[in-house]
């Protein structure tokens, strides 16, 4: 049909964009977009989801009663309950406002399983309290995974300035963007990846701001934090949380050896 995809032996990209029909219930948009992706991911060769990002428009806007945010989240996870996937297998993912029309939802699929990875210093996105809306966003915070060529890959979700479920800083762009390094921080190196050195940056980072204007307030501090061997992208987007300014997500490559992850997702011993 009309998802597009490219494959390899071990990994599959995929990317499906869906119009909102004049008159039409974002959760049921939503639904039927991602019980088709993920009925297409299931029967591939590339059955494991890793990474998601879904662009979507008017994100903080209310219609019917709902946030389009949480009508988003209410739309993806029936479709995971549908496929019967459980929390425990959540993919990492980015849900970003865009001013293009339309639903885009781009993932990254492979042939094995990753571990998904939480941060200690926040509560499980799929475990937030009902005041957030009526179905939780169905995400891990990270997730880490075999790559190419000997490679364990750490893939990070979307990340703000949230600590425990609580928005931190809401009118601060600067302390926003220190409490979401120590969030990126935390998920770089968790325990349970251990070897990793302490303070290697990640090897990409995705930066949205809801304000392209203050890029001069964040791009030195986030230069100084990541070094000169991380690549930046900055992009103008809406963050899902009205209060939030801010949202960066990040990419982490490493040996095999510095990350030996069991299959549960324990160390193992040096």
Request: proline letters at 10%; one cysteine or more.
């Amino acid at each position: 049909g009309d998802i597009g995809y490219v494959h390899n032996d071990g990994f599959m990209f995929a990317h499906l964009l869906v119009t909102e029909p004049e008159g039409s219930n974002l959760v049921e948009v939503v639904h039927q977009a991602y019980r088709r992706l993920l009925a297409f991911v299931a029967a591939s060769p590339c059955p494991n989801l890793l990474r998601i990002w879904n662009y979507l428009e008017r994100v903080n806007d209310w219609e019917h009663g709902l946030e389009r945010y949480q009508a988003f989240c209410m739309g993806r996870s029936q479709a995971f309950a549908d496929a019967r996937i459980p929390a425990h297998c959540f993919p990492a993912a980015t849900a970003i406002g865009s001013l293009a029309p339309g639903l885009s939802i781009h993932l990254l699929a492979g042939r094995t399983p990753g571990t998904p990875i939480e941060n200690p210093r926040q509560v499980s996105a799929y475990r937030y309290p009902p005041p957030y809306g009526p179905r939780p966003p169905s995400f891990a915070r990270a997730l880490c995974f075999a790559g190419p060529h000997d490679s364990r890959e750490l893939a990070i979700s979307g990340t703000s300035s949230i600590t425990g479920h609580l928005t931190m800083h809401p009118n601060s762009l600067r302390r926003q963007l220190r409490e979401t390094l120590r969030n990126l921080e935390m998920l770089s190196v968790p325990e349970r990846l251990a070897q990793a050195r302490p303070g290697d940056p990640p090897l990409l980072l995705k930066v949205y701001l809801r304000d392209p204007t203050r890029i001069a307030e964040v791009a030195p501090v986030l230069q100084a934090w990541a070094g000169a061997e991380t690549r930046i992208m900055y992009l103008q987007g809406a963050i899902c949380r009205k209060a939030l300014a801010i949202e960066i997500e990040a990419h982490c490559t490493r040996a095999w050896a510095e990350w030996p992850l069991q299959p549960d997702g324990q160390r193992s011993d040096p």
